[in-house]
């Protein structure tokens, strides 16, 4: 399955990549060849370390070149009034009237203990393109659904202190 992924979390994935290729790379390589020098390998704790970090980045970036090439690059606009993409919305369930906010990112940005939730689970995919006064369904399975009342929409949201989530 292709991921879908707007243009800022590709930028970030880049930014990323050069970070770990020009920056970190040669550090972890330093470190390798620090604690290669201090002898029996086989028995040599921080070789072993310096190893599976160096291995660690390497996979990073393996991941990230994988997941550009893969991508379907989403347009993140939205009408002034309906949820789009790094909106933050305030949504009212209707069973108890207790409120909560969150904002809808791409899948590799969410994060659900952050309020971070992905344009693919059950609440982002019923929330997109609705407006504020909508009642919306939000089905979980076939047996489980619940509703919401768009209270807020915010467009103002910064997505710079989104991370791309790890794997």
């Known amino acids: 399955m292709k991921d879908r992924l707007t243009a800022s979390d590709i930028k970030k994935m880049e930014e990323e990549i050069e970070y770990r290729t020009v920056t970190l790379r040669p550090e972890l390589l330093e470190h390798v060849k ?6 029996d390998l086989s028995e040599n704790f921080e070789y072993k370390v310096a190893k599976q970090e160096k291995n660690r980045n ?40 207790s409120t909560a906010s969150y904002k809808i990112v791409t899948t590799i940005r969410s994060n659900s203990l952050k309020g971070l939730i992905s344009i693919e689970s059950p609440l982002g995919k019923a929330l997109m393109g609705h407006r504020v006064g909508d009642k919306v369904k939000v089905v979980v399975d076939d047996k489980t659904s619940y509703e919401v009342l768009i209270k807020e929409i915010d467009k103002s949201t910064d997505d710079s202190q989104d991370t791309i989530r790890q794997y």
């Open 34 to 39: 620090v604690a290669r020098a201090q002898g």
């Open 58 to 97: 390497e996979s990073r970036i393996r991941y990230l070149e994988k997941m550009i090439k893969t991508a379907v690059v989403i347009d993140d606009s939205s009408a002034d009034d309906e949820v789009g993409i790094n909106n933050t919305i305030t949504v009212e369930f209707c069973d108890d009237h």
